[in-house]
């Protein structure tokens, strides 16, 4: 009896040693489900990963629209705004070089590891140390996030450890009211 507990205690150990280490990548045909509270609606948003060079295109589908987010090369190395556009304005959008779609740059990524935060859409976001708000959950894995608060308002994003594609897979309070949640990542 001794030995099952010990096996089950093992078990419970690796397992949460083993979620705690989940960062999800981005290749082609990455799929990234998301689920976005939008002004009081919840809509589900399926993105599908497009990779070309340095430049990321994500095809978009939501409730009957279909388009694809054109991020530039210089847009995911060194993007200052984040665009919330959702797709219904025309098939293939093609964001503005400074410009990033549901991530921060790499360069915003790097300063956030370097000095603590950055600055998105002149707005200016200081990384959250406290263990407790950290803890992101895609389908049923703990993921390894950074958390970081706006400085002049409420909104909380949390972005996911990855310094190639930092993702955001989380934001709360947003003052636009869209608040979208990552759900499940697959690789086809």
């Keep these: 009896m001794k030995n099952m507990i010990l096996m089950f205690l093992f078990c419970i150990v690796y397992q949460n040693g083993t979620a705690q280490n989940y960062v999800p990548t981005i290749k082609n045909n990455t799929e990234l489900n998301y689920v976005c509270k939008l002004h009081g609606q919840t809509r589900t948003l399926t993105l599908t990963a497009q990779t070309v060079g340095d430049g990321l295109t994500f095809k978009l589908e939501t409730r009957g629209v279909k388009s694809s987010i054109v991020m530039l090369p210089e847009a995911v190395k060194n993007g200052t705004e984040l665009s919330f556009n959702q797709g219904e304005y025309a098939p ?91 759900v499940k990542v697959t690789d086809r």
């Excluded at 964001?95 to 002149?122: C, H, W």
């Excluded at 708000?133 to 949390?158: C, F, P």
């Design 92 to 182: 293939v959008l093609n964001l503005k070089p400074s410009e990033t779609f549901f991530m921060i740059s790499r360069s915003a990524y790097q300063d956030l590891l370097k000095k603590g935060s950055f600055v998105y859409n002149n707005t200016t976001y200081i990384l959250d140390k406290s263990e407790d708000k950290n803890s992101v959950s895609i389908d049923g894995k703990t993921v390894e996030t950074l958390h970081v608060i706006a400085q002049i308002d409420e909104t909380e994003m949390w972005i996911i450890k990855n310094p190639e594609f930092p993702l955001i897979c989380k934001i709360i309070k947003n003052p636009l009211g869209i608040n979208p949640a990552l």
